[in-house]
C-alpha cells in the first residue's frame, strides 16, 4: 500500500495522506486483478467451464467463468462471460461490477465508471460497487461524490478495510482528522497487516511531536517486514527531525530500493544531501524527484530553491509555513 501508496508533496504530509491517493488508476486496477486471483485461481478456466457446462441458464456460473479467465488473462472471453450473466439475469449487479472491473483494468475509466454506476442502479446494496466507484472519482478529483459513495459502502460493508482508508483519506483531506485517524485504528484492528494505516498512524504521532512514539510504529512495521517502505519511510522523517541526516539518508535509500520512483523519498534524500553539502548530488534528486511528479507543487518549490531559481518568495515562504512540522528539525536534547 499499499501504498501504499508515498507521493512527494509535503502539503500532503502535513494532511497525513501520503500512499493512498500515490497508487493511481493503473495499480488500482492491478489491485483489483490481484484480488480476483486471490479468489478464482483455485479453479481453472477449464474447470468452470465444466461448471457452466452443467448450468448454462446460470448466471453464477457465467460470473465464476468469467472470474477465472480475467485471472488467466483472457479479457475478452471473461468480458463474454459477463454479458452472458447480464443477459440470463439483467438485473444481476455483480456482474456489472466485474465488467466495470475488466474496464479499469483496460484503463477505459469512463466505461468502468459507467458499469459501476449500472451496478448501483441495479443492485444498490452491492457495498463493492459503491467503493470501486468512490475510489476511481477519488483519482480523477472528484472528492465530493467520491466522499458520499465510500461513506455508503463503509455502511454496508463495515469489514471493508479498502473503502475505509479511502474515506480517511478524504476525510485527512477535508481536515477531519480525528475520525480519519479513528478509521485508521479500525483499520489496523481489523487487518494489522495493513501497513498503509498503520504507516498513516505513525506520521500522525511525528505530526504531533512523538518521535519516539513514530519510530516505535516504523519498527514494529519492519519487524513484520523488513523491506516495507512504509516502515522505512517513517523512520527517514523521524531522523531528519532528530537532525540524523546520514541516518535519514539510509532509510531513504532502503525506502527507494523497495519504491525506485518514490519521489518524496527522492526529494527528502536531496534535502539530506543538501544538509551534508553534497550539493551536485541533491540537485539530481530533485531533479529527478520533479520528473516522477512534476505536478506536485513541492517538488517544483523545492527544486526552484535548491536550483538558487526561487522567483516567487511568498509562495516559498507559505510553503515553508504550511510544512514546518515536517522540515523543522527536532530541538536538540
Same mark, same amino acid.
Given at each position: 500500500?499499499? +501504498?501504499s501508496?508515498f507521493?512527494?508533496?509535503?502539503d500532503?504530509?502535513?494532511?497525513?495522506?501520503?500512499?493512498? +491517493?500515490?497508487?493511481g488508476?493503473?495499480?488500482?486496477?492491478?489491485?483489483?486483478?490481484?484480488?480476483?486471483? !486471490?479468489?478464482?485461481?483455485?479453479?481453472?478456466?477449464q474447470?468452470?467451464?465444466s461448471?457452466?457446462?452443467?448450468?448454462?441458464?446460470?448466471?453464477?456460473?457465467?460470473?465464476?467463468?468469467?472470474?477465472?479467465?480475467?485471472?488467466?488473462?483472457?479479457?475478452?472471453?471473461?468480458?463474454?462471460?459477463?454479458?452472458?450473466? =447480464?443477459? =440470463?439475469?439483467?438485473s444481476?449487479?455483480?456482474?456489472?461490477?466485474?465488467?466495470?472491473?475488466?474496464?479499469?483494468?483496460?484503463?477505459?475509466?469512463?466505461?468502468?465508471q459507467?458499469?459501476?454506476?449500472?451496478?448501483?442502479?441495479?443492485?444498490?446494496?452491492?457495498?463493492?460497487?459503491?467503493?470501486?466507484?468512490?475510489e476511481?472519482?477519488?483519482?480523477?478529483?472528484q472528492?465530493?461524490?467520491?466522499?458520499?459513495?465510500?461513506?455508503?459502502?463503509?455502511?454496508?460493508?463495515?469489514?471493508?478495510?479498502?473503502s475505509?482508508?479511502?474515506?480517511?483519506?478524504?476525510?485527512?483531506?477535508?481536515?477531519?482528522?480525528r475520525r480519519?485517524?479513528e478509521?485508521?485504528e479500525?483499520?489496523?484492528?481489523?487487518?494489522?497487516?495493513f501497513l498503509?494505516? +498503520?504507516?498513516?498512524?505513525?506520521?500522525n504521532?511525528?505530526?504531533?511531536?512523538?518521535? !519516539?512514539g513514530a519510530?516505535?510504529?516504523a519498527?514494529?512495521?519492519?519487524?513484520?517486514?523488513?523491506?516495507?517502505?512504509?516502515?522505512?519511510r517513517?523512520?527517514?522523517?523521524?531522523?531528519?527531525?532528530?537532525?540524523d541526516? !546520514?541516518?535519514?539518508l539510509?532509510?531513504?535509500?532502503?525506502?527507494?530500493?523497495?519504491?525506485?520512483?518514490?519521489a518524496p523519498?527522492?526529494?527528502?534524500?536531496? =534535502?539530506?544531501?543538501?544538509?551534508?553539502n553534497r550539493?551536485?548530488?541533491?540537485?539530481?534528486?530533485?531533479?529527478?524527484a520533479?520528473?516522477?511528479?512534476?505536478?506536485?507543487?513541492?517538488?517544483?518549490v523545492?527544486?526552484?530553491l535548491i536550483?538558487?531559481?526561487?522567483?516567487?518568495?511568498?509562495?516559498?515562504?507559505?510553503?515553508?509555513?504550511?510544512?514546518?512540522?515536517?522540515?523543522?528539525?527536532?530541538?536538540? +536534547?
Open positions: 500500500m499499499t +501504498r501508496k507521493a512527494f508533496c509535503l500532503a504530509m502535513e494532511l497525513g495522506v501520503l500512499s493512498h +491517493r500515490a497508487l488508476v493503473l495499480a488500482l486496477a492491478a489491485i483489483l486483478l490481484v484480488s480476483c486471483r !486471490e479468489g478464482v485461481c483455485r479453479v481453472s478456466p474447470g468452470q467451464s461448471a457452466v457446462a452443467q448450468a448454462p441458464s446460470s448466471a453464477a456460473a457465467h460470473l465464476r467463468q468469467g472470474l477465472a479467465l480475467f485471472a488467466a488473462g483472457e479479457e475478452d472471453k471473461a468480458e463474454a462471460e459477463f454479458r452472458m450473466a =447480464l443477459s =440470463l439475469e439483467p444481476n449487479g455483480e456482474a456489472y461490477f466485474r465488467l466495470g472491473q475488466l474496464r479499469l483494468f483496460q484503463r477505459k475509466l469512463s466505461q468502468a459507467a458499469d459501476f454506476r449500472r451496478a448501483i442502479d441495479v443492485a444498490p446494496d452491492f457495498a463493492p460497487a459503491y467503493a470501486a466507484l468512490g476511481i472519482l477519488m483519482r480523477v478529483g472528492p465530493a461524490e467520491a466522499r458520499e459513495l465510500l461513506e455508503k459502502a463503509v455502511a454496508l460493508d463495515p469489514q471493508d478495510i479498502h475505509q482508508y479511502g474515506l480517511a483519506t478524504l476525510l485527512m483531506e477535508a481536515g477531519e482528522a480519519a485517524l478509521l485508521m479500525r483499520i489496523v484492528a481489523l487487518h494489522p497487516d498503509p494505516a +498503520r504507516e498513516q498512524l505513525g506520521l504521532r511525528l505530526r504531533r511531536g512523538d518521535l !519516539e519510530a516505535a510504529q519498527s514494529d512495521i519492519l519487524a513484520q517486514q523488513p523491506q516495507a517502505a512504509e516502515g522505512h517513517i523512520m527517514a522523517l523521524v531522523l531528519w527531525k532528530q537532525r541526516y !546520514e541516518g535519514s539510509a532509510e531513504c535509500a532502503q525506502a527507494l530500493a523497495a519504491e525506485p520512483d518514490s523519498m527522492l526529494a527528502l534524500q536531496a =534535502l539530506g544531501l543538501w544538509q551534508l550539493k551536485k548530488d541533491a540537485r539530481a534528486a530533485f531533479v529527478q520533479a520528473k516522477v511528479q512534476p505536478q506536485v507543487a513541492s517538488g517544483e523545492f527544486c526552484r536550483l538558487c531559481d526561487a522567483q516567487d518568495v511568498t509562495t516559498v515562504r507559505e510553503f515553508v509555513r504550511k510544512n514546518r512540522w515536517v522540515l523543522a528539525p527536532s530541538p536538540p +536534547r
